[in-house]
């Protein structure tokens, strides 16, 4: 069967710095893969090599059985999410979420149709007309994920997109992430360093440590059965 993202040999390097080396990850389609591990370990990295904002140093990336390591990050049929909301202050929500699509020429009932799906499942249609300075730390992050929402891709990336969040509106979205999960079907690659996140998110977790994948498993198998100490240590059981 052909996965929805294969990385191959992957490397990137920051001059003489190795941040990822060798890496290998394939991931299915429909499938919820979170990439976890200590700040510095390199999942940003992996994640802007998938969405193309890095260049790689060496090996592949394929997206629905497409080579798109030299793509364009808008050819590659991924939206994402990141930590910081990057909403653009001076337009309301509905502009915010309809802008891509405008400038890509797409038809105006098209759009329409998109932004109000979008807001329906994200529970944010009171708020279209509202601007980004008026909105809570939440419903930004509501919004962001509108915005790739919107652009009905087939992966979704997302990059610590809770953590700037409070404990309760954390776990508040972090459910409708999930649902939204559920209900879309799409492939998600979620970056976190949050254990929690993983544990609930996750079909497959991948543990990095200094830009290796140290163990890929289901949640069960990475809590009941970590390969080493360090997964023991990073996801705190016992061991
Ligand atoms: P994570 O997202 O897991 O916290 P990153 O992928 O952001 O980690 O960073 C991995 C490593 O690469 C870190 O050591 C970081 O300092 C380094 N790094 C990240 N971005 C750059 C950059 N633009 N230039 C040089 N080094 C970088
Ligand atoms: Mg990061």
Redesign the pocket.
Known sequence: MQHSVSIRDLSLN??S?K?LETLNLDIEQGEFIVLL????????????CIAGLLDVSAGQIFIGGKNVTWMEPKDRGIGMVFQSYALYPQMTVERNLSFGLRVSGMKKDEIERRVARAAEILQIEPLLARKPANLSGGQRQRVAIGRALVRDVDVFLF??PLSNLDAKLRSDLRVEIKRLHQRLKNTMIY?T?DQIEALTLADRIAI?KN?VIQQLADPHTIYNKPVNLYVAGFIGSPS
């Open positions: 920051f001059g710095v941040v591990g200590p700040s510095g370990c390199g999942k940003s990295t992996l994640l802007n990059d610590e970056v360093h990095m830009g």
